[in-house]
């Protein structure tokens, strides 16, 4: 069986045998077609909606069945079993960790939770009212001119340590944001919890000689780390890819991403979902709400997805995860609406028929809030989680051979060759 594709160009009547390499064929092969004036063959596609622009072995998605696997494991395994530090090691090493491995790992994230005075000094700068995510930008990208070894990215060694002082301060950096916006002292890292249990201690404790957290709700957020650590070639992962392939320091490209999630069409989805359930008000008003979203008056967030044409993996156990977080804190009550909107969509052949299934974002608003954090923090959270599979996108670009620097062409629509004017006549 020849793997290729065979392309007539009517313009000029000749055909052409492009190759399919892994279900896809190379732009430079297109651009081997060519006009009678010799003008390359390029693709148009705003948004990347058909374009592969990396070969990857980090994630696996297949969204008309609904499988998100991490290096080859099936994501339902890894959010039951793992821990979020172990899916860090797997994102980024390929694969898991040997006891040994994994020990040296946690301790030097753990050690590594520590930022400069400076970075203190620099948060402390920032409007009384600056939201989280500005400040996690800022920050996440200030780090560069702390650690200037880290420009050297062909070094493994030094690649590996900023690999680790990043995901290791990312909490800080976001419960120090937190912080900053609640007008409370910042609270520094204990080494002696765990990843996520450190990271509530740094946004919850007061006077209290160590902040204990609830097991239920340590395990719940590690889940929803696991879940958001990494999702493809999503708007943020390729502007990490596209900012690091000038070949600049891994914290600048991460800022790139954080800058990214920033978005509402990206990050901050969630958040729109509680709007949605809290105008609904009350279970009994959810029929109308669908009847309104049919009529196209109303709009249904946190259903559906990009990639996903079936139920989203992620919300599936981020339901779940809602049970233990609510035991603790108690049910939030605008569950009961998203629960009655979810049954009465799934089995609403207009949803159905559209493969309008809830994503990751349904859920996780829901157990964000029984944290007690606000709207504004949302995405932070998902910066934090998302950390490990930016840098694992990251480390296998700068090892990538077939990279270049990103250029993307475009379809040039303006006027051309005008004459020119001086402004002493056009004024005149």
Not at 175 to 201: C, I, M
Not at 403 to 421: C, D, N, V
Request: net charge negative; proline share 5%; charged share 25%.
């Amino acid at each position: 069986m020849n793997d290729s594709l065979t392309v007539r160009d009517n313009r000029t009547g000749q055909e052409y045998d492009v190759p399919i390499e892994n279900g896809a064929v190379r732009g430079a092969d297109l651009g081997k077609i060519k006009d009678g004036e010799g003008s390359p063959l390029a693709v148009y596609d705003p948004g990347f909606v058909n374009t592969a622009s990396c070969k990857s072995a980090v994630t696996y998605i297949d969204g008309d069945q609904g499988i998100l696997e991490y290096r080859g494991y099936p994501i339902e395994q890894l959010a039951e079993k793992s821990t979020f530090l172990e899916v860090a090691y797997l994102l980024v090493h390929g694969e898991l960790p040997t006891k040994t491995q994994y020990e040296t790992w946690v301790h030097d994230i753990t050690y590594h939770t520590f930022v400069h005075e400076n970075v203190k000094s620099f948060m402390e700068g920032f409007r009384y009212d600056a939201h989280p995510m500005g400040m996690l930008l800022a920050s996440v990208g200030a780090l560069s001119t702390f650690y200037p070894d880290a420009r050297d990215i062909n070094d493994d060694e030094i690649r590996q340590l900023q690999i680790v002082r990043m995901i290791a301060k990312m909490p800080t950096l976001g419960a120090w944001s937190f912080r900053h916006a609640q007008g409370k002292p910042f609270v520094y890292p204990d080494n002696e919890l765990g990843y996520t249990a450190n990271f509530l201690s740094m946004l919850f404790k007061m006077s209290e000689d160590r902040f204990a957290a609830d097991e239920r709700l340590v395990k719940a957020l590690d889940v929803l780390f696991i879940l958001h650590a990494d999702h493809e070639q999503n708007c943020s992962t390729n502007a990490v890819r596209s900012i690091g392939s000038s070949q600049v320091d891994p914290y600048s490209a991460v800022a790139g991403g954080v800058a990214a999630l920033y978005g509402p069409l990206h990050g901050g989805a969630n958040e729109a979902v509680l709007r949605m359930l809290r105008r609904i008000g009350k279970k009994e008003n959810v029929s109308d709400f669908i009847d309104g979203v049919k009529n196209g008056d109303e709009r249904l967030m946190g259903f559906g997805h990009r990639v996903y044409k079936n139920y989203d993996p992620r919300a599936k156990i981020i339901k779940k995860a809602c049970d233990d977080v609510f035991e603790v804190t108690g049910v939030n009550p605008l569950l009961e609406i998203a629960m009655e909107l979810e049954k009465i969509a799934l089995e609403d052949d207009y949803f159905v028929s559209r493969k309008l299934y809830p994503n990751v974002d349904f859920y996780s608003g829901l157990i964000y809030e029984a944290f007690q954090f606000p709207p504004e923090m949302f995405t932070v959270l998902f910066a934090i989680g998302r950390t490990p599979g930016w840098l694992a996108q990251w480390l296998e670009l700068v090892q990538d051979k077939e990279q270049k620097i990103a250029r993307p062409k475009q379809i040039y629509t303006g006027h051309r060759t005008l004459e020119f004017t001086p402004a002493s006549e056009r004024w005149a």
